[in-house]
């Protein structure tokens, strides 16, 4: 841990020890904190050159956008928090192989675009002006938090033939009280920091976590959902993956790696091969590939 993060960490501590509501106010930098920025990997450097790059305007900000390829139906790539569209290097490889238009953002203060803070909403509007541009998307892919945007936008109208979320969380609550797990900060803490964020990001929603909730509210029932995610994630536990899978039924296929991690499964085999059957047949592929389990009844073991 960075020297000054641990000095932040070690004050909030202190406070949490006398008045949660002080504690509560001292996280939320560090719990909004995106930079330093993720650097661009070696290993995806040609692809991240090989893009057709662009802009879009978002909530007053550039936001870089990226395109590969030219086929007739699109896929739709998101980040997660404090990443990149070039994480996404091999699925752009594979997709683009078999035919398909790929695109992709950096979000505000990641990757190529600029910025010091981001939240769910310029997620949330960088999805709809790529919706505008280039219509309906045949498949949305979301890695960790990407795959809480994909979710939301999907269920808030967002067109698209399915969604796949990789490492993904099942409700944005999850992301305040992992953040305070790994701080070590009390339950009370954890509270006044959901209230606290909530307040500044989204003022005068009196229930702002429901509209973040796909298990309270899956996806439409006409759209299909893969989840991939590893069994030993420290990011974002795999019991979250379940509780995705679980939440959507037969509609649902569920993918459990083992060693990949949180950002590493993006290019793991197994990913890439049920991304891209997915992609190409939709569960029918998933299946017959034997790579989803199907269901409610998965364990992470």
């Known amino acids: 841990m960075h020297p000054v993060i641990s000095t932040q960490v070690a004050v909030i501590r202190a406070a949490d020890r ?36 662009g802009t879009l305007r978002v909530r007053g900000r550039d936001v870089v956008t990226y395109s590969w390829g030219r086929g007739p139906d699109t896929v739709l790539l998101v980040h997660g928090w404090r990443g990149r569209a070039s994480q996404f290097g091999p699925i752009v490889r594979e997709l683009r192989a078999e ?9 505000p203060a990641n990757g190529e675009s600029a910025g010091r803070h981001t939240d769910i909403r310029d997620y949330l509007a960088a999805i709809d002006a790529l ?26 109208g ?9 490492a993904g969380m099942a ?14 900060l009390s339950a ?18 009196s229930d ?3 509209r973040f909730d796909a298990i309270a509210a899956p996806l439409p029932a006409a759209v299909p959902l893969l989840v991939v995610h590893d069994r030993a994630d420290r990011e974002v536990a795999a019991a979250e993956g379940l509780r995705l899978h679980a939440a959507h039924g037969e509609r ?19 990913t890439l091969d049920a991304v891209t059957a997915f992609a190409t047949g939709g569960l029918p592929a998933v299946d017959r590939a034997g790579l989803g389990q199907v269901g409610v009844g998965a364990s992470v073991a």
């Open 99 to 107: 035919g398909f238009r790929v695109v992709s953002f950096d979000a």
């Open 18 to 53: 006398v008045s949660p509501e002080l504690a509560g106010r001292l996280a939320m930098p560090l719990f909004r904190q995106v930079l330093p920025k993720l650097p661009l990997r070696r290993e995806d450097r040609a692809v991240h050159e090989g893009a057709e790059r």
């Open 188 to 205: 009370a803490t954890a509270d006044v920091l959901a209230r606290e964020f909530t307040r500044r990001v989204l003022p005068g929603v």
């Open 171 to 184: 409700d944005a609550r999850y992301l305040v009280d992992g953040f305070a797990a790994k701080v070590a």
């Open 252 to 270: 649902s296929r569920l993918v459990l790696t083992s060693g990949a991690g949180h950002s590493r499964i993006l290019g793991a085999d197994v």
């Open 158 to 166: 967002t067109a698209t033939g399915g969604v796949t979320a990789i």
């Open 208 to 210: 702002p976590y429901r």
């Open 131 to 156: 919706q505008a541009r280039h219509g309906r998307f045949h498949l949305i892919v979301g890695h960790s938090f990407g795959s809480l945007a994909a979710l939301t936008a999907v269920r808030e």
